[in-house]
């Protein structure tokens, strides 16, 4: 069976909830090839993607989570963080799984981080279905 190789770069401000998203990715990774790079803050995640580029993987998974507070300034970070990730990934052909979740209440952190609907788990199934797509084949 080929292995893929992923690269989950996590925000980690919000260490309870990145943790939740990190291992529910790394289950649905189980048996590939998982680099993991941490970062204090989302702000800080392109420039860590694009180092984890220059590697080579057959995808990047980016997760964290924004708390959506009374100012725009989460809708700043993750407006721009998103327009980078997106031009990353048309420029290098490689996906970039954004999961980089807003949320405003502690439920929507647990269900999104911790819970059913865990975006880690999600950013790993889709970067295992762009893999295949590729021509990646096996696991998951």
Known sequence: MKKGRFTIVVADYHRKYADGMVSAARRVLRGHKVEEVRVPGTFEVPLAVKRALRKKPD???ALGLVWQGETGHAGLILRSVTEALMRMMI?????????LVGVKTEAQARARCLGKMNRGKEAALAALRMWKLKGGSGGG
């Open 59 to 61: 995808a990047v998974l």
């Open 91 to 99: 420029e290098t052909d490689t996906p970039v799984l954004h999961h």
